[in-house]
């Protein structure tokens, strides 16, 4: 009986969003709403409402000619940018749960493996696999060119914004490995600050939030480097004994979260980390056993991993994996297959009431948690 209950209830309350309350069905509804919330006491039925409801559901897909390798949302919440496997750009406004397309170009025949939005939106940059970084300015809902990076490289393996600067990883024509620190200026001239040299390759790099620090993702360690004056500074280094596959920080910039491919097993691990005063302290590990189309036991793909500060996001071979922040501490709570190939990269909005996904050859899919929209209301 309670079941009935609740899902009539559930019915009339999604409803009651969309009917206004001086139309004959909005009086209704809301009579009826009134009468549930009479026999059942309100934080009750709050709690039984809310567990009735899923936690992501998908609502809109977007079709992409070729496998989608980089999506952002931009600070604000306002802008998606999207990067595929054939150098498509393409940018998207982002209102009231709704992707609209404003522009896509072919900017190179080469893949688009990463993009940044600067925090105060005013850039887009795109690292590609052809060895240059192209920068765009955002003006009138239109993405403009500014600016392309070329640097004497053999590889660009990062980038990232700091509120004051851009940062971009290479691997030179030397094989040294280099994090380059510079800043953008109107005359479009990119001026280096700081150069920062490391003995392994640079697979992940990620400024936290509140741009104090920043952590790399080597070969063979995790560090962590505080970010001063343009210049940074190292704190902390932890041995891996495995591949980073990802770097994902909270928005408060309290939780780190990395991902790597245990070796000699291929195992997937998680750890997390939470920062306070300038220390990180590791709190969980976990060890992930996903099967997937592919195999029994599937490692995350690359640079998939995003964190909401309530939740995280990461691709598993063709399953999208979501886990739940409680107590800072990882619980799974949705697994699901995106068609037959790698979920490529996952993104949260801002608020974290929305996610997106982009995957080999099928839609970016546009998710929404209204359980947890319901809750911050």
Known sequence: MHSKIIAGFLSLFMQQEKEPAVTPAGKLI??????LSSIIPVVELQNLILSYLPDWEEIQEFHAENAIHSLEFSLD???VA??????????FRFCKGELKLLQCAKIDSFAIEQLAFSPDGNYLAARCNGGYINIYTLVNDKLCFFEQIKPNACLIQSIAFHKTFFAYAIEDSSNKHKAIIGTLSKNKN???VQERLFDTPILQMSFSPNDKFVVFGLAKSIEFCESLDNKLKLIKTIPINGQIRGIAISPDSQLIIVSYTRYPDQQAIIIMFQCGHGKFELIQILE???A????????????????SGKYLSAGFGNKL?????????????QSCKIGQFHVLKTTFSPQGTYLLTGSNFAP???WHNQKLELMDK
């Open 364 to 366: 970016i899919k546009l």
């Open 30 to 35: 809301r009579k009826e709403c009134s009468y």
């Open 288 to 290: 992930i056993n996903i």
């Open 292 to 307: 997937d189309l592919f195999s029994n036991k599937c490692s995350m793909n690359h640079n998939s991993m995003a964190c």
């Open 82 to 91: 999207s990067g595929s496997y054939r150098g498509e750009l393409c940018f």
């Open 190 to 192: 990119y001026t280096v």
């Open 77 to 79: 919440g306002q802008y």
């Open 321 to 333: 994996q979501i886990w739940q922040l409680k107590n800072k501490q990882l619980e799974p709570v």
